[in-house]
């Protein structure tokens, strides 16, 4: 059964699988003191091919897991969901049932790095298709700047790869080159990672791009963009915990989840198998 802490107060990191495990390292690297719980819904992965309605269900599942947990924030390192379902979670559901916690997105964060990045106003994003299919970056990229012209690739593979532990492998490097080539073809001088699971890929990714092209991966700025947060935030940064425990759970447990997150993490980690319903 999970941990019933109500003391310390943590702060959750939700992610449809495991790739999210790859921000979550970068954070307690940037802010090592605070508690975090992660939850990756394994068992329902991949989001991206999956339709709205049941993306909102899914990620409202593991913002009520994450909550009753202790976490007085949560971070959807999920662009799926950030894009599909953030503002009505946000918006409609916390008001109502949590109207004292927050739920962020990776989103916006990287839709503002890309933006400032950007010389030739010219933007390639790699995503899921339910992300693609949003057109969230689009917007908010637009929103940040009229004269972007935005450029976006579907990659429903990329996730399964990962979560499989092939980005090594040479059928992994054709697949990414035959996403990626329309888009260096657009003459792009920057590439957004739309995916959580992509900055596992980000070696790769830029070997193929090659370095004119600026890489935006969302792991590589949360951690400043969290501290950012709460420092605007005190009301919820002064009730967070600061023992440094960082707490694993799935909706599947496999030796693969173990295995490759500890990987992805950087150290051994243990998981804790929970229901979501």
Known sequence: MPTKNRKKKFIGIFD???????????????????????????ARAPYGSRSEKLI????????DFLFKEGCDLIILACNTASSDTLREIQQKYLPKHYPQK?????????AEEAAKATLNKKIGIIATERTVHSNAFKRELIKLNPKVKVFQKACPLL?????????????????????????IKKGI?????GCTHYGILEKEIQSIVGVKIKIISESNILSKKLKSYLARHPEIEKNLGRNGTVNF??????????????????QKIKVKKIFLK
């Open 16 to 42: 449809s699988g495991f790739g999210g495990i790859d921000i979550l390292r970068k954070i307690v690297k940037g802010l090592p003191d605070y508690n975090y719980l992660y939850l990756g819904d394994t």
């Open 56 to 63: 909102y269900e899914f990620t409202k599942q593991g913002v």
């Open 102 to 110: 927050k739920v962020i997105g990776v989103l916006i964060p990287a």
């Open 159 to 183: 996730v399964p790869i990962v979560e499989y532990g092939e980005q090594k492998s040479k059928a992994t490097i054709l697949i990414l080159e035959s996403y990626l080539k329309p888009l």
């Open 189 to 193: 001088d920057t590439l957004i990672l």
């Open 249 to 266: 759970f799935s909706t599947d447990m496999t030796d693969k989840f173990i295995s490759l997150g500890s990987k992805f993490f950087g």
